[in-house]
């Protein structure tokens, strides 16, 4: 079985929300978020990072989300929530899959990053401005790529949906402006979908 190392707000959920939309068994495995266990020899075989979140699937042993996300479209997903190898709808599942976390997350990790090293009167203004204007450009790109469609491929709900979703729920808290109107109800949309629901219900009761 698909095992998660995760802890609630970590890139996990992603991996958690695919499970939950292609019905397949999983488990999720809670872990010290502290920074003595990251960094311990121990969590070191798992994520030599010493970040979250890591997956096994038997012996593959991975701790990137968003390759974690293609293994099991490829293995387990039977040719749900992602288009068809080499034709251009793929190409742009890829383009949106790999936006989310490689362009739209790093300015909001830079964010969260920038503060925990420099919390309250030694942050540097400067520094966080320059991230959310990334976060923004980013914002207005999605909104968009959103033009009359209600997924980020038109009509078809795909893992590249989730992949964003989760970028959009982690940019909530580091965006000083609402939503575009495209996003926004794009954001609605994909919130309100029982596997993301449940997702989140998994997670919280595994913390």
């Given at each position: 079985?698909?095992?998660?190392?995760?802890?609630?707000?970590?890139?996990?959920l992603?991996?958690?929300?695919?499970?939950?939309?292609?019905n397949?068994?999983?488990?999720?495995?809670?872990?010290?978020?502290?920074?003595?266990?990251?960094?311990?020899?121990?969590?070191?075989?798992?994520n030599?990072?010493g970040k979250?979140p890591?997956?096994?699937d038997?012996?593959?042993?991975?701790?990137?989300s968003?390759?974690?996300?293609?293994?099991?479209?490829?293995?387990?997903?039977e040719g749900r929530?992602?288009?068809?190898?080499?034709?251009?709808?793929?190409?742009y599942?890829l383009?949106?899959l790999?936006f989310?976390?490689?362009?739209f997350?790093?300015p909001?990790g830079e964010?969260?990053n920038?503060?925990?090293?420099?919390?309250d009167?030694?942050?540097?203004?400067?520094?966080?401005?320059?991230m959310?204007s990334?976060?923004?450009?980013c914002?207005?790109?999605?909104?968009?790529?959103?033009?009359?469609?209600?997924?980020?491929?038109?009509e078809?709900?795909t893992?590249?949906?989730?992949?964003?979703?989760?970028?959009?729920?982690?940019?909530?808290?580091?965006?000083k402006?609402?939503?575009?109107?495209?996003?926004a109800?794009?954001?609605?949309?994909?919130?309100s979908?029982s596997?993301?629901?449940s997702?989140?219900s998994?997670?919280?009761?595994?913390?």
């Amino acid at each position: 079985m698909i095992k998660i190392y995760h802890t609630k707000g970590t890139r996990g959920l992603r991996v958690i929300w695919l499970c939950e939309e292609l019905n397949i068994d999983y488990q999720i495995q809670k872990v010290d978020f502290s920074k003595e266990f990251r960094f311990s020899r121990e969590w070191l075989k798992i994520n030599p990072l010493g970040k979250l979140p890591s997956m096994q699937d038997g012996d593959v042993l991975l701790f990137e989300s968003c390759a974690m996300m293609q293994y099991i479209l490829d293995k387990y997903g039977e040719g749900r929530l992602q288009p068809l190898a080499g034709t251009p709808n793929y190409a742009y599942f890829l383009q949106w899959l790999w936006f989310s976390e490689a362009t739209f997350a790093r300015p909001i990790g830079e964010i969260v990053n920038h503060r925990r090293e420099f919390p309250d009167e030694q942050e540097i203004p400067e520094v966080v401005r320059e991230m959310q204007s990334r976060i923004y450009k980013c914002l207005d790109a999605l909104n968009e790529a959103l033009r009359g469609k209600e997924f980020i491929l038109g009509e078809d709900f795909t893992a590249a949906d989730i992949s964003l979703g989760y970028s959009l729920l982690i940019a909530q808290n580091r965006n000083k402006k609402d939503f575009p109107e495209r996003v926004a109800n794009y954001w609605s949309n994909l919130s309100s979908r029982s596997a993301f629901i449940s997702a989140r219900s998994r997670e919280k009761s595994n913390n």
